[in-house]
């Protein structure tokens, strides 16, 4: 199989996006793929306005770091000698 990154009507499609058909008798089914570089791309890379121009992992990472629990350093108590 080959494709050279052209839809049906022969326009250029991005280089995150495939279209796959699946033909059997009496259906035909076109499923847009979304490939790994684009999620990788969009969730780590590329700001979004609507996060503060934030990434969507940066945005996650500040919400889990101020919804954990505080965690306190605990000290050893000082032994005394019994004597």
């Known amino acids: 199989m080959t494709w050279d990154g052209r839809d049906d009507r022969g326009a250029t499609l991005p280089a995150s996006v495939a279209l796959w058909r699946t033909c059997a008798p009496g259906f035909s089914r076109v499923m847009k793929l979304v490939l790994d570089a684009w999620r990788e791309e969009y969730n780590n890379r590329r700001p979004h306005g609507s996060l503060g121009q934030r990434t969507p992992a940066e945005y996650r990472a500040e919400v889990e770091a101020a919804e954990a629990p505080e965690q306190v350093a605990l000290s050893e ?5 019994v004597g």
């Not at 108590?77 to 000698?81: G, L, V, W």
Request: charged share 20%; glycine share 0%; aromatic share 0%.
């Open 77 to 81: 108590p000082e032994c005394s000698s």
